[in-house]
C-alpha cells in the first residue's frame, strides 16, 4: 500500500503532518525498556505474516503518505526488517484513533465539534475483517491479510496488516476504463451480498447516518454558505459561473427530500469510500484482483452508494481530468448493474441511478469547490480551481438531467 484516501481527497493544508511513531509505539509498548520484550511481539507478527524470523534490530519504520483530514486516521506506516535468513519483511500500520483526537475539530464551531467527536463511529474501518463481511466480498475482491489489533493508549488501534506491492505506474494511468469497469462491477456483486440481514447486522447504526450527518451537517457549512458570499463570487474566477451558483442553492434546498428518498431505497453495507485510491491493484496474482482498504460511512445506504466515490476520487486528487467523468460515470453505472444483477438483484436499476447522482451531489457536489485557491499565483493554481468547476458542473448536470 503506497497511499490511503479519506473525505473525497479533500486534505486540508492546515493541518499538520503524519505524526512519527516508533516500532515500540506501534506494538503497544511505548516505553518499555526490555528489548526482549519488543523483539518478541515484533517476531510473533513478522511468523503470522510468513516473513521467517525476525532479525533482532532490523526494524524500521516509515511513515506513508496519505490524504490528511481523516478524523479516525492517527497515522499510516509501514515497518520493514530482516530475518534471521537474510530475507526482507515489510508489513502495513495504520493507527486509527478517537475522533476526539484529530486536529480539525478545531476548524468547527465548538458544538459542532463536541457532537462530532461523540457522535463519529472511528472503530468501523475494522468491519472490514468481520466474518461477516469477509463473506460478503465475491471473488476477485479481498482484503489485506490482517496481522493483528494492538490496543494502543488514548483509544488508538494499531492495525498492522499485510503491505500490498501495487502495480508500478501513476495510479491515474494504471486505473483506467477497463479497471474502472471492473471495480464497479465488483462493487455491485458485493453490495449486492451486503443487503442480507446478516451483513447489515454488522452495524447498529441507523439507515442513512453516516450521509445524513455529512449533508446536514458538513455541506451547510462547507458547501451551502459560500454561496452566500457575494464578495466571494465577485472573483474573476468565479464571476461567470453564476449559474453554477444559483443552481447550487436551489438544489440545497432539497437535501432533506434527498435524504429521506435514498433512506427508502434497497440499502447495503456498503464500502463507503469506494475511490480508485481504497481498490489496491496488486503487482502478483490474478490480474482481476482488487484489495479493498479502508472501509468509512459505514452505516446502511443505499444500492449505488458506492459509484460516487468511485467516480470522483481520482478528479478530486487531480490524477484524471474532469472531461472525462461523463465516460467514467456512463462505464461505472453500466458495470455496476451487471454485477446486480449476476447476483440476482434485477428491478433496482432505477433506483440505483437515481442513488448514484444523488449521492455523488451530496458528498461531492457541494463543497469541493477549491475557494482557498482564488487568487493564488501558484501556476497550478488555477487548473485545479478550475477542475473543480467541472467537477462540480458535471455532477450538477447529471443530478438536474434526472430531477429537474
Same mark, same amino acid.
Given at each position: 500500500?503506497?497511499? =490511503?484516501?479519506?473525505?473525497?481527497?479533500?486534505? @486540508?493544508?492546515?493541518?499538520?503532518?503524519?505524526?512519527?511513531? =516508533?516500532?515500540?509505539?506501534?506494538?503497544?509498548?511505548?516505553?518499555?525498556?526490555?528489548?526482549?520484550?519488543?523483539?518478541?511481539?515484533?517476531?510473533?507478527?513478522?511468523?503470522r505474516a510468513g516473513g521467517g524470523v525476525h532479525r533482532s534490530g532490523s526494524a524500521e519504520v516509515s511513515v506513508v503518505s496519505h490524504s490528511l483530514g481523516?478524523?479516525?486516521?492517527?497515522?499510516?506506516? #509501514?515497518?520493514?526488517?530482516?530475518?534471521?535468513?537474510?530475507? /526482507?519483511?515489510?508489513?502495513?500500520?495504520?493507527?486509527?484513533?478517537?475522533?476526539?483526537?484529530?486536529?480539525?475539530?478545531?476548524?468547527?464551531?465548538?458544538?459542532?465539534?463536541?457532537?462530532?467527536?461523540?457522535?463519529?463511529?472511528?472503530?468501523?474501518?475494522?468491519?472490514? *475483517?468481520?466474518?461477516?463481511?469477509?463473506?460478503?466480498?465475491?471473488?476477485?475482491?479481498?482484503?489485506?491479510?490482517?496481522?493483528?489489533?494492538?490496543?494502543?493508549?488514548?483509544?488508538? %488501534?494499531?492495525?498492522?496488516?499485510?503491505?500490498?506491492?501495487?502495480?508500478?505506474?501513476?495510479?491515474?494511468?494504471?486505473?483506467?476504463?477497463? #479497471?474502472?469497469?471492473?471495480?464497479?462491477?465488483?462493487?455491485?456483486? *458485493?453490495?449486492?451480498?451486503?443487503?442480507?440481514?446478516?451483513?447489515?447486522?454488522?452495524?447498529?447504526?441507523?439507515?442513512?447516518?453516516?450521509?445524513?450527518?455529512?449533508?446536514?451537517?458538513?455541506?451547510?457549512?462547507?458547501?451551502?454558505?459560500?454561496?452566500?458570499?457575494?464578495?466571494? *463570487?465577485?472573483?474573476? *474566477?468565479?464571476?461567470?459561473?453564476?449559474?453554477?451558483?444559483?443552481?447550487?442553492?436551489?438544489?440545497?434546498?432539497?437535501?432533506?427530500?434527498?435524504?429521506? #428518498?435514498?433512506?427508502?431505497?434497497v440499502q447495503c453495507l456498503p464500502h463507503g469510500d469506494a475511490s480508485p485510491q481504497n481498490l489496491l491493484l496488486p503487482a502478483a496474482g490474478d490480474p482481476?484482483?482488487?484489495?479493498? %482498504?479502508?472501509?468509512?460511512?459505514? =452505516?446502511?445506504?443505499?444500492?449505488?452508494?458506492?459509484?460516487?466515490?468511485?467516480?470522483?476520487?481520482?478528479?478530486?486528487?487531480?490524477?484524471?481530468?474532469?472531461?472525462?467523468?461523463?465516460?467514467?460515470?456512463? #462505464?461505472?453505472?453500466?458495470?455496476?448493474?451487471?454485477?446486480?444483477?449476476?447476483?440476482?438483484?434485477?428491478?433496482?436499476? /432505477?433506483?440505483?441511478?437515481?442513488?448514484?447522482?444523488?449521492?455523488?451531489?451530496?458528498?461531492?457536489?457541494?463543497?469541493?469547490?477549491?475557494?482557498?485557491?482564488?487568487?493564488?499565483?501558484?501556476?497550478?493554481? @488555477?487548473?485545479?480551481?478550475?477542475?473543480?468547476?467541472?467537477?462540480?458542473?458535471?455532477?450538477?448536470?447529471?443530478?438536474?438531467?434526472?430531477?429537474?
Open positions: 500500500m503506497t497511499e =490511503t484516501t479519506h473525505a473525497g481527497g479533500r486534505a @486540508r493544508s492546515s493541518l499538520p503532518p503524519v505524526p512519527e511513531m =516508533t516500532v515500540e509505539a506501534l506494538l503497544g509498548l511505548a516505553g518499555v525498556e526490555d528489548p526482549g520484550a519488543v523483539d518478541g511481539r515484533l517476531d510473533a507478527l513478522v511468523r481523516a478524523p479516525a486516521t492517527h497515522g499510516v506506516y #509501514r515497518v520493514t526488517g530482516r530475518t534471521e535468513g537474510g530475507g /526482507a519483511w515489510s508489513m502495513f500500520c495504520k493507527v486509527i484513533q478517537h475522533p476526539r483526537h484529530w486536529e480539525g475539530l478545531a476548524q468547527m464551531p465548538p458544538d459542532l465539534a463536541r457532537e462530532f467527536a461523540d457522535t463519529f463511529p472511528w472503530r468501523t474501518e475494522l468491519e472490514l *475483517w468481520d466474518p461477516r463481511v469477509q463473506a460478503s466480498l465475491p471473488d476477485s475482491l479481498r482484503s489485506p491479510a490482517l496481522h493483528e489489533l494492538i490496543e494502543l493508549e488514548e483509544d488508538r %488501534i494499531a492495525v498492522w496488516q499485510e503491505d500490498v506491492a501495487l502495480v508500478p505506474g501513476d495510479i491515474g494511468a494504471v486505473f483506467d476504463l477497463d #479497471r474502472y469497469d471492473r471495480a464497479a462491477y465488483l462493487l455491485g456483486r *458485493w453490495n449486492a451480498r451486503s443487503t442480507t440481514p446478516e451483513v447489515l447486522g454488522v452495524t447498529d447504526l441507523p439507515v442513512g447516518m453516516a450521509l445524513r450527518m455529512y449533508a446536514e451537517k458538513a455541506v451547510p457549512m462547507r458547501g451551502l454558505a459560500p454561496l452566500t458570499d457575494d464578495a466571494l *463570487w465577485a472573483h474573476p *474566477w468565479l464571476a461567470d459561473h453564476g449559474y453554477l451558483r444559483a443552481t447550487l442553492g436551489r438544489l440545497g434546498e432539497r437535501i432533506a427530500d434527498d435524504l429521506v #428518498r435514498l433512506d427508502a431505497m482481476a484482483e482488487l484489495v479493498v %482498504i479502508d472501509l468509512s460511512f459505514r =452505516t446502511p445506504h443505499a444500492l449505488g452508494f458506492d459509484l460516487s466515490q468511485l467516480l470522483v476520487g481520482l478528479t478530486q486528487a487531480g490524477e484524471v481530468p474532469a472531461a472525462q467523468l461523463p465516460e467514467i460515470a456512463r #462505464r461505472i453505472l453500466a458495470a455496476y448493474l451487471r454485477g446486480l444483477h449476476d447476483e440476482g438483484v434485477a428491478d433496482q436499476d /432505477a433506483a440505483v441511478h437515481d442513488s448514484f447522482v444523488t449521492v455523488s451531489l451530496l458528498r461531492s457536489g457541494f463543497d469541493s469547490l477549491l475557494y482557498e485557491l482564488l487568487g493564488s499565483e501558484d501556476p497550478g493554481a @488555477r487548473h485545479a480551481f478550475d477542475e473543480r468547476i467541472a467537477l462540480t458542473r458535471f455532477l450538477v448536470e447529471q443530478y438536474v438531467a434526472l430531477h429537474g
